[in-house]
């Protein structure tokens, strides 16, 4: 079946600009993730979305990023005023979640990302 | 907090050598261990996983081990090819927080 997909693929921007990245999870998936991937660097978490709320924010860097779920589906990543620090790789990954352990419950899989450039 | 520590950072092999890769995790209550590989320009791809109940598990050339007691686990490949030339990311699974904790990555380069 279809993986998680991302779009657009890459986004050049100008700085102070807002910009809005999208996710869609694997179907049925209700655990949804964001995570930041600068050049060469590791996988620096975001935001968790368990259905259309978000339980874990804690990674959101600053003020200016926000997330969305809408229908425990899509989500969208916001990044308002655009810093040349925001340059970097934006990765989501999608699980079944359902609040079980074991199995199938806990595989993760990621999206192709979307490459930010702020100039 | 939740750590995984991975180690080395950079991996150089000649083909058809072994390559292993270590982390260790801080949270005993970690359950599920997935490793990762990520291409140029790609997103990270699952390879293979293990599961706290499991001590071993093999799929074609490459092997995961777990020590529960000593909470580290182990990526083996064995027979490397040059298209295993990549960045690979270990993974601990955090049941509270119902989320991953990655380690830093290892690029595994294959010469020919």
Not at chain 1, 20 to 44: M, N
Not at chain 1, 80 to 94: K, P, W
Not at chain 2, 11 to 37: H, M, R
Request: aromatic share 10%; proline share 4%; with cysteine.
């Amino acid at each position: 079946g279809a993986g998680v997909s991302q779009s657009p693929s890459n986004k050049v921007t100008e700085k102070g600009k807002d910009v809005e990245l999208r996710c869609d999870p694997i179907s049925g998936h209700t655990a949804l993730y964001w995570y930041r991937q600068s050049l060469g660097q590791g996988l620096e978490f975001l935001i968790y979305f368990q259905g259309n709320s978000a339980p874990d924010k804690s990674g959101l860097p600053s003020d200016r990023f926000s997330a969305e779920r809408t229908g425990g589906s899509v989500s969208t990543l916001t990044i308002q005023r655009t810093q040349q620090e925001d340059s970097a790789v934006y990765l989501c990954a999608s699980r079944y979640g359902g609040g079980f352990s074991g199995g199938k419950y806990n595989e993760q899989f990621f999206g192709p990302g979307t490459r930010l450039t702020v100039l | 907090g939740e750590n995984v520590e991975q180690h080395p950072s950079t991996l150089s092999v000649q083909e058809g050598d072994s390559a292993v890769i270590k982390c260790t995790y801080s949270d005993s209550a970690s359950n599920y261990f997935p490793w990762y590989k990520q291409e140029l320009g790609k997103g990270p791809q699952l390879i293979i996983d293990i599961r706290s109940n499991v001590g071993e598990k093999k799929d074609q050339r490459i092997a995961v081990t777990l020590n529960k007691t000593a909470k580290h686990f182990s990526l083996h490949i064995t027979e490397t090819q040059p298209e295993d030339s990549a960045v690979y990311f270990c993974a601990a699974f955090i049941q509270g927080a119902q989320k991953l904790v990655f380690g830093q990555g290892t690029r595994l380069t294959i010469n020919p």
